[in-house]
C-alpha cells in the first residue's frame, strides 16, 4: 500500500519546505566568513577552511548520499540537523586554527547528508503520489526559500558580529534543535533497494549501479561538472565579499542589508526558470556563465555597488543554472540510486571547490 497520496505527498513537501526554511535562519552559518575575520583570522585561512571544508564534503558526499540510500531519507534527514546541532557546539568552543577546522569537517558531514537525501524523498514522494511532474516546482520553491531565509539570517550579520560568536552559534543551536523536530515528523519513501534484507548488498547494489549509471551517461557527468564550476565561483565571489566588503569601506548598517541584496540575486534566479526556460540547456549555461563572470569581475572593481550588484548578479546565474539541472538530473536517474547520484552531483562541486578555494583566498587578499 502507497504511503503517499496527493496530499500527503504535498504536505511531505510542505515540512520539507519548512526545514529548509529554519534551517536557514542560522546567524552564525550564514556570517561565518565575517565572524572568523573579526576574530582575527586572514582571508588566507579563511580559503583554507573552506577547502577543509571540502575536502571533508569531498570524502562524505557520495558515502552519505549511499547510507540515504541504504538506511532511509528520513534517518539521515534527522541525522544532519543534529550533526548541524553538534557542528554549531563545536564552533563555540573552538579557539584554535586546528580545532576550528574539525569543526568544519563536522559542518561538512552536516550537508552532505542532507545534501541528495533532500531532493530524493521529495522525488519519489511526489512520484509514489504520481505528480512527479510537480517536482521543478518544488525545487525552484525550495531554493527560493533557502535563499530568501538565508539571506535574512545575513541581514542579522551585524547582530551576529555585535553578539560574538559564542552567542551567535548558541542561536544557530537553537535553531537546530527545532530542525531536528521538524525532520522527525517526516515520512519515508520507500525504494526497492530499502527493501532488501541485508545492509552489505544494499551499499554493494547502490554502489554497483551508479558506477554503471555514470560511466554510460557522458552526457550526465558533463552537466554535473558545469553545474559545479558555475555554482563555486559564484559562492565563493559571495563568500570573499564578506571579508572584502567592510574593507572597501561599506558601512556596518549596510553590512547586512548588502549581503541580503546579494542572496535575493539566487532566489530570483531559482524562481525565473519557471517563466524564462530556453529550449536548449547550453543556453541556460551561456547566461549564467555571463552572470558569473561578471560577478568575479566586479567583486575586484573597488567600488561597493557595483560588487553588490555583481553578486547579485552572479547569485541569479548560479541558481538560474541549478534548479534546471536539479530537475534535470532527477528525470534521468534510477529512484534506487538517487540519493547517491545526486550527491555525485556535489562531489563534483566540492572537488571543483577544493582547488578554488585557496586561489579565491590569495586574490582577495591582492
Known amino acids: 500500500m502507497n504511503k503517499f497520496n496527493k496530499k500527503t505527498a504535498r504536505r511531505q513537501i510542505g515540512k520539507l519546505y519548512l526545514l529548509d ?6 546567524i552564525a552559518g550564514a556570517s561565518w566568513v565575517a565572524l572568523l575575520s573579526v576574530r582575527g583570522f586572514t582571508t588566507a585561512q579563511i580559503g583554507l577552511f573552506e577547502s577543509i571544508f571540502h575536502v571533508a564534503s569531498m570524502i562524505f558526499e557520495v558515502p552519505s548520499g549511499a547510507v540515504a540510500d541504504v538506511f532511509g531519507r528520513k534517518k539521515t534527514m534527522i541525522a544532519s540537523s543534529v550533526v548541524t546541532v553538534l557542528s ?7 579557539d584554535s586554527f586546528f580545532m576550528i577546522a574539525v569543526a568544519m569537517v563536522v559542518s561538512a558531514l552536516s550537508y552532505n547528508l542532507a545534501s541528495g537525501t533532500r531532493e530524493a524523498i521529495a522525488y519519489d514522494s511526489l512520484k509514489e503520489a504520481g505528480i512527479e511532474n510537480e517536482y521543478d516546482k518544488f525545487a525552484s520553491n ?23 560568536y559564542r552567542k551567535a552559534y548558541a542561536v544557530d543551536v537553537f535553531v537546530g ?8 515528523s517526516l515520512k519515508e519513501a520507500e525504494t526497492e ?9 544494499r551499499f554493494k547494489e547502490v554502489a554497483g549501479e551508479s558506477f554503471l549509471f555514470l560511466k554510460n551517461n557522458p552526457k550526465v557527468r558533463l552537466i554535473i561538472l558545469f553545474n559545479a564550476i558555475i555554482g563555486a565561483v559564484s559562492i565563493l565571489v559571495l563568500f570573499f565579499l564578506q571579508a572584502r566588503l567592510p574593507q572597501m569601506g561599506i ?30 540547456y547550453r543556453y541556460i549555461g ?7 563572470t561578471f560577478a568575479f569581475s566586479a567583486a575586484f572593481s573597488g567600488n561597493i555597488f ?26 534521468m536517474i534510477p529512484s534506487e540510486q538517487r540519493a547517491t547520484l545526486m550527491s555525485v552531483n556535489s562531489f563534483a562541486f566540492s572537488v571543483v571547490m577544493i582547488i578554488l578555494s585557496p586561489i579565491f583566498g590569495a586574490l582577495f587578499m591582492l
Not at 193 to 201: C, D, F, L, P, Q
Open 21 to 26: 526554511s529554519v534551517g536557514s535562519l542560522m
Open 88 to 94: 554549531a557546539l563545536m564552533m563555540i568552543f573552538s
Open 142 to 164: 525550495d531554493l527560493v526559500i533557502y535563499q530568501v531565509t538565508s539571506s535574512l539570517a545575513k541581514i542579522l550579520a551585524g547582530a551576529a558580529i555585535a553578539l560574538g
Open 177 to 184: 534543535m527545532l530542525s531536528i523536530g521538524i525532520a522527525a
Open 193 to 201: 533497494i530499502s527493501k532488501e534484507a541485508g545492509v552489505r548488498a
Open 251 to 280: 558601512e556596518n548598517v549596510l553590512f547586512g542589508p548588502a549581503l541580503f541584496v546579494m542572496g535575493l540575486g539566487a532566489a530570483v534566479g531559482a524562481k525565473a526558470v519557471e517563466y524564462v526556460k530556453p529550449s536548449r
Open 286 to 292: 551561456l547566461i549564467s556563465l555571463l552572470c558569473v
Open 306 to 331: 557595483l560588487a553588490v550588484i555583481g553578486g547579485f548578479i552572479g547569485a541569479f546565474g548560479d541558481n538560474y543554472i541549478e534548479v534546471r539541472t536539479d530537475v534535470m538530473l532527477n528525470n
